[in-house]
């Protein structure tokens, strides 16, 4: 029983050498001229057009299995991230929620001048390197 993709590989193949052949200075044997699949020459060139197929597809599968690997461990890398990322937000969104609380109790007490006080001098010694 003949593939039906390595005989159609096989005959676009037969095709092509017949039609480039002279450009190359070259003359197919009159015998083999015309693709005969029942013919040795013609066996010969099922086989190997069915070999050079299905290692190109075993190949192409190897590479998109791959592709799919990667895609997914992208796709992990990216819900880690994004988790990671939300986590953050949300513990910012509670330092300031805790930030606000503070700030309204020191307002409360008429202490947010030296909030500010004690926040400059910290800012001033950080920029002077101290």
Not at 1 to 6: C, E, T, V
Not at 8 to 31: C, D, K, M, Q, V
Not at 84 to 92: F, G, M, T
């Amino acid at each position: 029983m003949i593939d039906d993709k390595a005989l159609s590989l096989a005959l676009l193949f037969h095709e092509t050498y017949e039609r480039l052949a002279p450009n190359y200075g070259y003359e197919t044997r009159i015998a083999t001229r015309q693709f005969d699949p029942d013919s040795p020459n013609g066996r010969l060139m099922i086989a190997v057009c069915g070999e050079i197929y299905r290692e190109r597809i075993a190949a192409l599968k190897a590479e998109r299995d791959a592709l799919r690997q990667d895609a997914t461990q992208w796709k992990v890398a990216y819900e880690q991230n994004t988790a990671l990322l939300l986590s953050a937000n949300e513990r910012i969104a509670a330092l300031r929620s805790m930030l606000q609380i503070c700030r309204s109790a020191f307002e409360q007490r008429g202490l947010m001048t030296y909030v500010w006080e004690i926040d400059s001098t910290t800012a001033r010694a950080a920029l002077e390197g101290k």
